[in-house]
């Protein structure tokens, strides 16, 4: 599935996360030096942020939702959409979406709904939301935020991922195009997959495979099929799975590495969160041009996969803030 929208606007971007850090040099004890230190090496993740006991995931795209609306000084009453993505919503009934619409003071003329996605949330949710105020007009948010995600796994896996949320606030304008592709493959669902009431289990082997040659192949189409050339990119921002997924990615689509945009040293794997949060990350980078363009690949559980290609304002990028013990 692939498409174009010439209206649709990016207005702002933030992130927000814990304000605990876990260091990963701490599980030593657990892994023993040589194999903490290879996976570190591998996985370039030395740093993470975890919530605390008494906060939820909603929690940090409330967060980042305030600091979103502050600068865009939108009525609340205006926003027509409010879309959650997320894989841990705080209770199993209603959907997470309108509890945060509540505690945002949302009004009632506005869609609200959850969105069960992983890595793939924030590509896939730009382009939901987009098709919704293509249609309808008017303002949106997209809020995408998890947390937790890797506690009932092994050591290995747990010291990868990192809580973060974030908020994109959306609106109808003209003359601002969004290009999108989304793929998706429901016969390797078990690749990554959870029952209720039991741990995660993931394919290490195939995610690997998948990313290497469905993801590249992928970024390649969607660059050829919209004609987009080197020279109309200023950066790649890919999800960070791990480093060397990343750098791998980068070197079979032809990615110049002074294009290519990280966060995952200090902040880990951070599920559909990843993508905005590597702009704000980069925040201080991104503000020496007049005007970004952007190509963004998210992939992950379902299998799912695909890439958002935008031009937006470097002022639009806010930064990172810190949710409260």
Known sequence: MQGRYNNIAIKAIA??????????EGYEKELGKKRLSKHIRMTGVERRRKLSEHQNASDL???????????????RDDIQALIYVTQ???????ATAFLIQKKLGIGKNCIVFDVNLGCSGFVAGMQIIAGILHNSGGKGLLLIADGRYGEERKIEDQILFGDAG???????EEAHELYYMQESDGTRYDVIHKQYGQSTIMNGNAV?????YEVSQSIIKARELFGISESDIDYYVFHQGQKMIIDNLAEICDVPKEKLLYSIEEYGNTIGSSIPLTLCHNRELLQKKDKLSLFMSGFGVGLSWGSVFVTICPETVLGIYCLDL
Request: contains cysteine; negative net charge.
């Open 15 to 24: 992130a927000a996360v814990p304000e605990q850090i876990v260091n990963n």
């Open 208 to 212: 690997f495979a998948f990313t290497l």
């Open 88 to 94: 841990v919503p705080d209770m199993e009934k209603p």
């Open 61 to 75: 795209a409330i967060c980042a939702a305030d600091k979103v609306l502050e600068y865009v000084m939108w009525r």
């Open 166 to 172: 974030c908020a994109i606030a959306v609106e109808v």
